[in-house]
């Protein structure tokens, strides 16, 4: 290991290098006292030359050193390949430690083949050469506890979505604490002129919430499948939310679940939590692009929903909202309520007081809506009246 001696020439060398390099922008921003304090590793899995049938090990090894990033304090900077860098203060040696250990059994390597350490107090100028010349695409960092941080820009190449930064999103998401980005959505009955009359709140984690974590060069809304798949992951967090905190929402709420969670662990460990007699104010609500994806898994979640007490719903999206979805017999059909301006029918054949016309933005909405029937909405509209 290297003194870290003057280093006014090397700071000024790899200064001007630091444009789109997370690595090079922390370490820029370390006062020397600190430097006292972290320890670093760069992890090469790549110079192993391991074959085709390695990948999961390496795939894995990265997610327990993201893993170990996001629980204690510590930064973890991918690298083009199969690389990446941790920088981590003493106090977190042994968990990192540990990480290598695994790594060393699981390729049945010495640690040294692929990890290199440096100990910044002295290392410093070192690691910064090192480190200027790597092609470092992002970084993913801890919150600090109690900051109320939560989710932190992903990473990502020339704005497209990389596995290695979607698997990071992916985790961030569910390592977050999400009460504080929860939103109620309620749903009421509107008659005439009258005060509107709230049912229940639709709980839930809107994808705005979010858009922070992600490059605004990728057309989020533009990609169905990654789109569908946010979604998931903020409908599974939300439930989380609830069963970590059953207490605070104990009746009249809803929930927007996939298919496949509805199977799950999630929803059989909700239901052991909430009392029978409050299971009939709460709904669980299904997006028709989900039930169409798996028909069958539909069949038996609303079974197992139905068969525990509780009431289901769907949504529409616009494209749908003019199909005959009776067949699916939910208690609640949510359709957005833009398509009332259409003059169209929307879900023919279903009855018109079981549907919840949502995505209310204004009264002349509502009134649309309500020409045709409906009295129950849920949007803008709806949340300004009840506060007014």
Not at 136 to 161: M, N, T
Not at 260 to 282: H, N, P, V, Y
Not at 349 to 376: P, T, Y
Request: charged letters at 25%.
């Amino acid at each position: 290991m290297s003194g870290q001696g003057n280093s006014t020439d090397v700071d000024a060398g790899w200064a001007s290098g630091m444009q789109g390099n997370p690595l090079l922008d922390f370490l820029q921003s370390m006062e020397p006292p600190d430097k006292q304090d972290w320890l670093a590793v760069l992890l090469r899995f790549g110079s192993l030359g391991l074959g085709p049938h390695d990948d999961a090990k390496i795939k894995r090894m990265e997610q327990l050193f993201q893993q170990a990033a996001l629980r204690k304090e510590c930064r973890f900077f991918p690298i083009h390949g199969s690389d990446s860098a941790v920088l981590y203060r003493r106090g977190n040696a042994d968990i990192i430690d540990a990480m290598l250990m695994k790594a060393a059994f699981m390729f049945a390597a010495d640690k040294d083949s692929f990890s290199k350490g440096y100990d910044l107090g002295g290392d410093f100028d070192a690691l910064a050469k090192e480190a200027s010349l790597l092609p470092v695409v992002g970084e993913l960092k801890a919150a600090a506890k109690g900051s109320g941080r939560g989710l932190e820009p992903a990473i990502y190449e020339q704005g497209r979505l990389t596995p290695v930064s979607l698997k990071m999103l992916e985790d961030q998401i569910m390592n977050t604490d999400m009460a504080g980005r929860i939103r109620r959505s309620p749903v009421a009955v509107l008659a005439g002129e009258s005060a509107p009359v709230k049912l229940f709140d639709m709980l839930g984690i809107p994808i705005s919430e979010i858009e922070s974590a992600i490059d605004p060069s990728l057309d989020l809304r533009g990609n169905c499948w990654l789109l569908q798949h946010i979604k998931e992951l903020l409908q599974m967090a939300a439930v989380r939310h609830i069963i970590r905190r059953p207490r605070r929402s104990a009746s009249d709420f809803g929930l927007d679940i996939s298919v496949r969670q509805a199977q799950g662990e999630d929803f059989l460990r909700l239901e052991s939590m909430i009392d029978k007699g409050a299971r009939k104010s709460i709904v669980f609500n299904f997006d028709i692009v989900d039930i169409a994806a798996d028909a069958k898994g539909w069949v038996a979640a609303s079974q197992l929903i139905r068969q525990g007490g509780f009431r289901t719903a769907v949504r529409l999206c616009k494209p749908a909202a003019l199909i005959d979805v009776g067949f699916l017999n939910p208690d609640f059909l949510f359709v957005p309520a833009e398509i009332y301006a259409d003059g169209g029918e929307p879900a023919p054949a279903f009855d018109a007081e079981r549907i919840i016309a949502h995505n209310v933005s204004d009264k002349q909405q509502a009134d649309q809506a309500a020409r045709a029937g409906i009295k129950m909405f849920c949007g803008e509209h709806i949340n300004s009246l009840l506060k007014g």
